[in-house]
Structure formats: structure tokens, C-alpha cells
């Protein structure tokens, strides 16, 4: 018979245990937010205390960042090794970064997103078998702090120096949209307000965003790498919007009473790279594509030219040696990298109007080619003949590598467009040079096509490839390191009568 009394004490139980089960979840609910709570009021009051670089919760970078050694990707042992390869071949790399924040090592080994970036760059040089899955391991963190808190200044300089050193060129929008939310660019303005005082977190935080501004200034015009149609890229545009409200206030870095040596270099940097950015603003407006080259566009290039050639004298013979360079014997002219770079990007806006056609073209507009193409061939020289460079060039192509490949560039467009023209037997040496590099980089089909253009150039201007190689290939142990990096002479007859430009004097779209 049916019992209507044990029926109803049985839904009775199973009510109550229901109500049971739905507590129990609610009670971890609300301590779940009371945790959240207490940590972000204690993250909230230790931002307001001006401190070292203090460690940062790991739940910081999102509710599944797992420490890439607790993970079980690597040991501590493997860490530790990582770690210090990185401190002693590549902290210094991007001059205009802060080497100073790498050499603690308790710091780095406890914020996942830096010891992460350190481990992927370093892996690139000696355990390139494990160097895919540090990567990997290194996205799943960045892909983690698309929700939840705002990640912390250091995973923002962590995700800076991986996207510089892998030319994972997507992030950078990114990691401008971070820096904003962090107020770093509220930071960079504050350092210019007379009647605020400077504090080291404040300082800390303007200089990681005018960090971010040299890296946009020279991203801007330096990621050309794989067709020499791409040799100028006119319309890049900018990841800092209004970036001119920002530059002039990089100055007070260097009067600050936490100013650091890294400093010199990003006020440097940005000195040189906003003259660029003045050309790509200003010359595609000047009728540059029209020949004969417009009187316009002449004054224009020889003023961006002179200014580089100031640039560059200023820093060799008035800024100190130890803030314009680094501990390393070749280093007093580490500057030579980034203005050839420019002087081949600012004369090559010339090549806009050559459509290699029989025609004789502008005498002004072969002059600034030649001036960029000389250019061209003294940067990849530098380059391959710098044990330094060569011996990194494996594992820091990504970002070294983005001058050569614009260097390539320009050799392949000039001398196809006006290789009657041109003095171009340098070229040949270059591009062999350039061989060189790619290959010992390991980078082999890249290497390929550079000697497969080299053949089509010595073919179209009747050069004989083997006798280019046999005497332009000297090897970079036969070459005196003392005089290696000298200043290039015409500079010397230069007269530098104009004071150094000042930063206020650009204009930046």
C-alpha cells in the first residue's frame, strides 16, 4: 500500500538538503567576494605608499595565472639558469629600457608575466626546443589579464619587452590601452606640473610610458620585413594618440632626484626618433612624388637630414659617456645603429616618385638616394662586423633585426629603380653581409631570398657575384675592434652653429 507519510518525510529531507547544499555555496560566495574585497582594498592602500618595486599578487594577471615553474614547465633549477643568460647577454639590448628593474632576482623570479618574458627571450638562445611552449605559457597569462583587475606597471614593461624581443607587433595596441588605464600617461603629464612633486613612483610610471613612446616612435617606422615594396611605411599610424602632449616633459627625467641613467638614453631616443616622425608627417605632403622634386620637399629632406647629423653629434660629444652607453668597450657609438637607421628612412622618402623608368631622373632626388643607400651599407656593416651583434643575432632578430631588414630594403628598391645612377658597388657587400647575419641566425629562407634578389641585382647591373663576395666578406675577427665604431668623417667638417633641437619644436600628427 502507499505510505503518504514516508513520501512526504522524503521530499522533507530532500528539501533540507537542497537548502543545505544552496548555504554551503552561498557561504563560499560571499567569502570568495570578502577575499576580493581584502585584497583590493590592501592593493589600494599599498598603490597610495612610495616604495621599491614591491611583489605583486600573483592573482594579479588573472584568475588562472599559474607561475610558469609551479606549472611544471621548467624547474627551479632551469629558471635560475634562464634568469641569469638573460642578465648577462640580453637586459641591455633595448637601450631605452631600464635595465635596472632585471637585476633583482627574487622580484623577477615572483611576478609571473616578468619571469615568464625572461624565460621565453632567454630560451631563444640556449633551449630553443622549449622556447614554442614558454611562449605558449606566456600568452596564457597575457590572455588571462583580458578580464579582472587591471595588470600592474611591471606586467606592462614584462609585455613590452616580449613583444619587442618576438615582434609580436599586435600587443602594442594593447599594451597601450593598459599603460592608459594604469594612468601612465596622466604620470608623463604630472612630470611636467610645476606644483607636483616628484615621487619615485611617479617617476617610475612616466618613465614606463615614455618607454612605450620610444618603442611607438621607432615601431612606427621600423617593422618593414619582408617585400621591398614595404620600405617605407607611410601609413602606420601612431598606438599613443597625441603623443606630442607627452614628448616635452621627457626632459624632466633628467632633473629629477630619481632620475637613472636609462633616462639619458630614452630622452635620446626620443630627441631622434620625433625627427622621423616630423618626416612622415611633413613630407608626404610636400609633393615629394612629383619630379622634379618640389623646392619644398628639397629644403624639407636636407632639414630633417641635418638635424639627424646634429642628433647624433650632440650625443657623442656633449652627453656623458656613462648615461649614452653601456658598460661594453663598443659601445660608445651603440648610437650609430639607430642613426643610420634614420638617415636611411628619412633620405629614402626620396625613392617615392622613381618608377625606374629610362627617363634621367631628378640630380636632387639620386642625391638623397645615394645618401640613404650609403647609409644602408654602413648599418648592415656595423651590424656584421660587431662580434656583439653577430654572436646575438640569433635570438634577437625580432627586434635588431627590424634595421637590417629596412636596410635590405632600401638596397633591393634603389638599385632597382636607379641602379644606373647609383654608386652602388658597396651594395653587393652589404647584401652578402646581410646574408651572413640571416644565415648564422638561423633564419634560412630569409637568407634565401636576400641571395636570391643579390643574384637578380648582380645579373641586371652585369656584376659577377663570386668576385663581390670574395672581396667584400671580411670576417669580423679580422677587424680592429678599437676603430671599428669611429665616427663617420664628414662630421667632423660639419658646422654644428645651430643650437640642438629641443623636443617642444616637433609636431606629431
Known sequence: SFDKGACTSDKVALLQQRLNNIEVTHREEIQQIRSSVERLAAQLESSTVVTEPAIVNKDHAGPHCADIVQSGILSEGEWEE????????????????????????????????????????????????????????????????????????????????????????????????????????????????????????????????????????????????????????????????????????????????????????????????????????QLPKSGLQLNPMPQEAIQLLESFDQSIDRWFHKINNTIEPVYQTFVDKQDRNRFLIPYTFMKIYINGFALHGMDGSENLPDLNRISFVQKALNNAHLLIQTQCRSQGIRRRFKYTIDYIGTTTYHAINLILKALSCAHQYLDYEESFMALHQATILLEEAGAVEAAKEVRREHERLALLTQTAMSSTEEHFAPEPTAIDDENLFDIPSFLNAATWGEPFPVLDTYMLD
Open 82 to 281: 634562464l634568469y641569469h643568460f638573460f642578465r648577462e647577454n640580453c637586459y641591455n639590448v633595448i637601450g631605452f629600457m631600464d635595465d635596472e628593474l632585471y637585476k633583482t632576482q627574487s622580484f623577477v623570479r615572483q611576478h609571473p608575466l616578468t619571469s615568464t618574458a625572461i624565460c621565453v627571450i632567454a630560451a631563444r638562445a640556449i633551449r630553443q626546443e622549449r622556447y614554442q611552449t614558454y611562449l605558449a605559457h606566456a600568452h596564457e597569462l597575457i590572455k588571462n589579464t583580458f578580464v579582472g583587475p587591471t595588470p600592474d606597471i611591471h606586467a606592462v614593461r614584462a609585455m613590452m619587452l616580449l613583444t619587442a624581443w618576438t615582434g609580436q607587433s599586435r600587443l602594442w595596441g594593447y599594451i597601450g590601452s593598459v599603460s592608459t588605464e594604469l594612468g601612465l600617461n596622466t604620470a608623463a603629464l604630472q612630470l611636467g606640473d610645476e606644483a607636483v612633486a616628484h615621487t619615485a613612483d611617479l617617476v617610475q610610471r612616466a618613465r614606463t610610458w615614455f618607454t612605450l613612446c620610444c618603442f611607438d616612435l621607432t615601431y612606427a617606422r621600423s617593422h618593414a620585413r619582408s617585400h621591398a615594396s614595404n620600405v617605407l611605411h607611410l601609413n602606420r599610424p601612431f598606438v599613443i594618440n597625441r603623443m606630442r602632449d607627452y614628448l616635452p616633459f621627457a626632459k624632466r627625467l633628467l632633473t629629477s632626484p630619481y632620475t637613472q641613467p636609462v633616462d639619458h638614453r630614452i630622452c635620446a631616443y626620443i630627441v631622434g626618433f620625433t625627427i622621423t616622425a616630423d618626416a612622415k608627417a
